[in-house]
């Protein structure tokens, strides 16, 4: 049973527009989430995370936004470019690290294409 | 300054062969942790090893094991291979149990 859920497998945005990543959760012991970018041939980078305490997190051209009652987050980013094509993973733990168990729980992946 | 380094890029094994992967965490991380990446699926949690000691396992049979050694470095070993190991394999480290964790450009095992 997927505790993290990545439902669109692939995504298509032209360049100079806004891409939306959406990833649910269903354990509600998870307090902390990240996102993670990940380039063919190459490990997944991290790029944002947020705490459970806060609804927004931004870091230049990304934004993560968390709906706790709805259980969903979503990574934004304005204005997208082509630099930007690569999977997209959304995680979660219990605590920033991934608990005392290193437990980060992935999802399957959003494949973003940027198109010039 | 180096990021997380794994050794090898590649593997070809056969079924019922055994395997080890290696991997170097960044200077000054205290944390490794091993991920299994199965094509179309994200990583999942096999091990997560500080200072030397384990500190987390995940769903992943006894023919999967691992070590870390004083420097920090990581093996991770796997006895008796089955088609269904086919895999990437990442190590991630970090400073501590609860920090963001890097990961490194993982192992590609494939088991024939």
């Known amino acids: 049973d997927q505790q993290v859920k990545q439902n669109s497998p692939s995504l298509s945005v032209q360049e100079g527009r806004i891409s939306i990543l959406n990833c649910d959760y269903t354990?509600?012991?998870?307090?902390?989430f990240l996102w993670y970018k990940k380039y063919p041939a190459e490990g997944p980078t991290f790029l944002i995370s947020?705490?459970?305490?806060?609804d927004k997190n931004e870091d230049g051209r990304f934004t993560v936004f968390l709906n706790k009652s709805a259980k969903h987050l979503s990574l934004h980013i304005v204005p997208s470019q082509p630099g930007d094509s690569a999977v997209y993973f959304c995680?979660?733990?219990?605590?920033?690290?991934?608990?005392?168990?290193?437990?980060?729980?992935f999802g399957k992946g959003t494949k973003l294409s940027v198109k010039p | 300054d180096a990021g997380v380094t794994q050794s090898p890029t590649h593997l070809i094994k056969t079924r019922g062969q055994q395997v080890t992967l290696r991997c170097s965490p960044i200077s000054g991380h205290k944390s490794v942790s091993w991920y299994q990446q199965v094509l179309g699926q994200g990583p999942q949690f096999i091990f997560q090893?500080?200072?030397?000691?384990?500190?987390g396992r995940g769903n992943f049979p006894d023919r999967f094991s691992a070590r870390q050694f004083p420097n920090y470095s990581s093996e991770l070993n796997v006895n008796a291979l089955l088609l269904g190991d086919s895999a990437l394999y990442l190590c991630a480290s970090s400073p501590g149990v609860d920090n963001e964790q890097f990961f490194g450009p993982g192992t590609r095992l494939t088991v024939l």
């Open positions: 947020i705490s459970s305490i806060k």
């Open positions: 090893y500080y200072e030397k000691e384990e500190r």
């Open positions: 354990n509600s012991m998870f307090d902390y």
């Open positions: 995680a979660a733990s219990p605590t920033r690290g991934g608990g005392s168990q290193g437990n980060l729980i």
